[in-house]
C-alpha cells in the first residue's frame, strides 16, 4: 500500500509518455493540476503531493530555515531526501500505470522546479524539464549529463525567487550545453495566461 498522495489524467493512448507535476512550497497536488485540461492529451499527467505537511498552508518538498535576519536557506541533505522521495514515485507509478517509462517529463512550480532539475536533469528516463519560477541549486546537482530540452520561464516581478536566479540558473546551462528556452514574463510569483500558453505550446512540441 503506498502513501504517495497524487491526482492523474489518463492520456487517450496506451504507452503514453508521462507528465509529473510537482507544486511549490505551501501548495497541494490540486494546484498545477487545476490546468490539466490544457495540456497535450497524448500525454498522462500525474500531479504528487509533497511529503512535508505544514499545517493548514500545505505542503513541501523540504523546509525553508530562516535565520535571525530573516535570511532563507535550505539544507543540502533535506534536498536529497525529497530527490529520492520523486525517484521512487517514479518507480513506483511505472510499474504500475501503462506509461512510457522511459519518456517522462517533470513540470515543476518554485520549490518543485527545482526538484525537476535536481531530478531531471541526471535522469536518463526524464526526456524534457520544464522549470516555472525556480531556479537550479548547483549543491545538489552537476550538469555533467547529457542535454535534453528544458523550459525555464520567470516573472521579472518575482519576489519570492528572485529573477536574476532564473537568470543565473540559465548562464549555467548554457555553460555547460545545454540549451534551455527561457521565457521572461511581467509578473510575480505565479503564471500568467501568457506564460501558461506558451508551456502547453512547449509540452507539444516535444511530443
Avoid at 512550497?25 to 498545477?32: A, I, K, Q, R
Avoid at 517522462?104 to 536518463?124: D, E, R, W
Wanted: charged residues 15%.
Amino acid at each position: 500500500m503506498s502513501d504517495f498522495v497524487y491526482v492523474s489524467r489518463e492520456a487517450r493512448a496506451n504507452n503514453a509518455p508521462l507528465l509529473i507535476l510537482l507544486h511549490g512550497y505551501g501548495s497541494n497536488e490540486t494546484d498545477l493540476f487545476s490546468f490539466a485540461s490544457l495540456i497535450p492529451s497524448a500525454y498522462h499527467v500525474v500531479s504528487l503531493q509533497a511529503p512535508l505537511s505544514l499545517g493548514t498552508t500545505g505542503y513541501a518538498w523540504f523546509p525553508i530555515h530562516f535565520e535571525e535576519n530573516m535570511e532563507r536557506w535550505t539544507s543540502p541533505s533535506e534536498v536529497q531526501q525529497a530527490v529520492r522521495y520523486i525517484e521512487t514515485f517514479m518507480a513506483y507509478y511505472t510499474a504500475k500505470t501503462d506509461v512510457d517509462a522511459n519518456n517522462i517529463t517533470l513540470l515543476g512550480f518554485s520549490q518543485g522546479a527545482m526538484l525537476s532539475y535536481t531530478v531531471g536533469i541526471p535522469n536518463p528516463k526524464v526526456s524534457a524539464i520544464a522549470a516555472l519560477s525556480g531556479y537550479l541549486d548547483s549543491r545538489v546537482i552537476n550538469l555533467t549529463f547529457e542535454a535534453k530540452p528544458i523550459y525555464v520561464s520567470h516573472g521579472k516581478e518575482d519576489m519570492v525567487v528572485p529573477y536574476a536566479w532564473a537568470e543565473q540558473s540559465v548562464e549555467l546551462l548554457n555553460q555547460n550545453g545545454y540549451v534551455p528556452v527561457f521565457n521572461a514574463y511581467h509578473q510575480g510569483h505565479g503564471v500568467n495566461q501568457e506564460n501558461l500558453s506558451s508551456v502547453m505550446a512547449w509540452l507539444q512540441a516535444q511530443l
